[in-house]
Every structure is written in C-alpha cells, then in structure tokens.
C-alpha cells in the first residue's frame, strides 16, 4: 500500500507540474484511476468546511464542486492527489 501512495503522489506531481509540457496528463490521469480502482482511495470534504470555496480550483481533476451549504467531491474522479487539503484552511478535505 505505502508503493502505491509514493507512485500515486509521484504521478499527482507530473500532472500538477504539467509534466511534458501537459502533453501526457491525460495518459497519467489514466494510470492514477486505474490505481485508484484497485485501491479504492479518494478525498472527502467533512463538515467542517466553510465554504471558501479555495480548493475548487485547485483540484486538477475538476473533481470538487459546491454543494449544498459545504464544496464536495466526486470520489469517481478524485485522484486522491491531496491538493485539496493542502489549500483548505480548517482541514476539511480527509481521505476516506
Ligand atoms: S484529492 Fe482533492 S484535489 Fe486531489 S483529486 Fe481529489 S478532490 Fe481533487
Ligand atoms: S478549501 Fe476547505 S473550507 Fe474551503 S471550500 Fe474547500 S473544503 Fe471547504
């Protein structure tokens, strides 16, 4: 499991760093989710969030959207890259 968070985080990087200029995003974005099937991980957002609205763009997946009084995220398309968590400002994006 810990291989597989490493290489996960690896791949987030290179499409967040628009590896090869962007060009091999989607092949990359491909291999994230084939990983994810097989590992079942994905970000949700708690109740604590305030609605900010800061992690939205900073998903590179567009996988976060708001929702009913707090922003959520759909766990099919979350990569489970992290970024969401690293922006909020009270910790509300968690892994499941
Ligand atoms: S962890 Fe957060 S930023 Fe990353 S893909 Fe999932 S919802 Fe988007
Ligand atoms: S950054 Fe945090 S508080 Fe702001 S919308 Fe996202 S989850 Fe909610």
Redesign the pocket.
């Known amino acids: 499991m810990e291989i597989f968070v490493v290489l996960k985080k690896f791949l987030c990087k290179l499409v967040k760093n628009n590896y090869n200029g962007g060009r091999d995003n989607e092949i990359i974005i491909k291999k994230i989710k084939t990983l994810e099937e097989d590992f079942k991980m994905a970000y949700k957002?708690?109740d604590?969030?305030?609605?900010?609205?800061?992690?939205?763009s900073?998903c590179p997946v567009n996988a976060?959207s708001?929702g009913d009084g707090?922003?959520v995220v759909d766990a099919a398309t979350c990569i489970d890259c992290g970024a969401?968590a690293s922006?909020?400002?009270?910790?509300?994006?968690q892994p499941e």
């Not at 604590?48 to 939205?56: D, K």
């Not at 922006?87 to 994006?93: H, M, N, S, T």
């Open positions: 957002i708690t604590a969030c305030v609605n900010c609205g800061a992690c939205e900073e976060i708001a707090l922003y969401c922006v909020c400002p009270v910790d509300a994006p």
